[in-house]
Nanobody
Framework: QVQLVESGGGLVQAGGSLRLSCAAS????????GGWYRQAPGKQRELVAM???????KYADSVKGRFTISRDNAQNTVYLQMNSLKPEDTAVYYC?????????????WGQGAQVTVSS
């Protein structure tokens, strides 16, 4: 079983920065793709950024140039550096990862981290 533990959410003023971390633990062999989704009140969950096992990245248009996703393969951790935050970035941010254990590769979700950006 693999667990994803998120950290780094909080309250910040518009224009500020936050860094989210997502660490995979448990009986994990490797973390393959990793990424971040967010869900604002009354809205559907949307992809924010994704990083593949080779480091290839993909971003939502709304965060390009402001957010950076990265990974530390040795620590099985994915990061999301969020700069120039806007009130519309306010949401619960969920980590998602495809991780391999002894039985195969599966998708996992983190518990969610609240990010609130005040104007």
């Amino acid at each position: 079983q693999v667990q994803l533990v998120e950290s780094g959410g909080g309250l910040v003023q518009a224009g500020g920065s936050l860094r989210l971390s997502c660490a995979a633990s448990g009986s994990i062999f490797s973390m393959d793709a990793g990424g971040w989704y967010r869900q604002a009140p009354g809205k559907q969950r949307e992809l924010v950024a994704m990083i593949g096992s080779s480091g290839t990245t993909k971003y939502a248009d709304s965060v390009k140039g402001r957010f950076t996703i990265s990974r530390d393969n040795a620590q099985n951790t994915v990061y999301l550096q969020m700069n120039s935050l806007k009130p519309e970035d306010t949401a619960v941010y969920y980590c998602y990862a495809v991780a391999s254990d002894q039985s195969g590769a599966y998708g996992y979700w983190g518990q969610g981290a609240q990010v609130t950006v005040s104007s």
